[in-house]
Nanobody, 125 residues
Framework: QVQLVESGGGSVQAGGSLRLSCAAS????????MGWFRQAPGKEREFVAA????????NYADSVKARFTISKDNAKNTVYLQMNSLKPEDTAVYYC??????????????????WGQGTQVTVSS
């Protein structure tokens, strides 16, 4: 069973930066996408960013393009989300997940089979 553990959340002021990490508990030998989603209070979970198996392809939600960067270290089974120029509307619980179908370009949460417990990001104005 794959377990994902997120870290790096916290509280920052608008314009600040945070770096989220998500580590998988076991080495995964098949092709897969790792992605980040977020859920704000009273809202549905939404796609943030995803990265393909080899890390050569990425996909971002329009709301975070040019501000967030997703990357991965396959040797460490870890995916990162560098978040810059944070805005109050970025406040949410952030979840990482694994899509075994490796469809990084779709940004659909129903493709993801494994999820972390979530990490809170709070951006104050």
């Amino acid at each position: 069973q794959v377990q994902l553990v997120e870290s790096g959340g916290g509280s920052v002021q608008a314009g600040g930066s945070l770096r989220l990490s998500c580590a998988a508990s076991v080495r995964i030998f098949s092709r897969y996408t790792m992605g980040w989603f977020r859920q704000a209070p009273g809202k549905e979970r939404e796609f943030v960013a995803a990265i393909s198996w080899r890390g050569l392809n990425t996909n971002y939600a329009d709301s975070v393009k040019a501000r967030f960067t997703i990357s991965k270290d396959n040797a460490k089974n870890t995916v990162y989300l560098q978040m810059n120029s944070l805005k109050p509307e970025d406040t949410a619980v952030y979840y990482c997940g694994i899509d075994p179908s490796d469809q990084y370009y779709r940004g659909k949460d129903y493709l993801y089979e494994y999820w972390g417990q979530g990490t809170q990001v709070t951006v104050s104005s």
